[in-house]
């Protein structure tokens, strides 16, 4: 299983990084590689709820449903996944802290997950994917810290 932690402080307060980052249908917003994703199952933002992301990696897409199995309110969450629905995801965890920090919000970030395909799936993750994976997730965080900071 492939595992990408990141961290990062956003000079924010803490009630609005949590509430920007936690909610995966912002996540086109800031991650450069979600293109598309949104609630189903009528779903509310806590335990229980479900997102469908689409992604693009380079030439890979993935179209893949988590669902949130542990939510805690400007704490923490983790998503497992329910479903792929396209691609060779077949493992899926991300994990998200907060806590206040020095008047913002320092975040912590861990994605594991497994591709399928075998083998092939394996050389691919080493060649292409992991970088790309890790590279997406500092933008990403970069991105978010820039849109939550320009809101003061």
Known sequence: MARVAVSTFIQA???????FLADGENAPRWHPSIVEARRVGGTQLGVGSM???RAKI????LVWV?????F?????FHDTLVRAEKGPLENYELVGRFSEEGGG???YMELS???GWGPLGRLLDSLLVARRVRRHFEEGLRRAKELLEEQL
């Not at 988590?66 to 542990?70: D, F, K, M, S």
């Not at 805690?72 to 923490?76: C, F, H, I, P, V």
């Open 13 to 19: 307060p803490l009630e609005r990084v949590f509430r």
């Open 51 to 53: 997102v469908r992301y």
């Open 58 to 61: 380079g030439l890979l897409e």
């Open 66 to 70: 988590t669902q949130a199995v542990r």
């Open 72 to 76: 805690e309110w400007n704490r923490g």
């Open 105 to 107: 919000t320092r975040v």
């Open 113 to 115: 997950y497994t591709l």
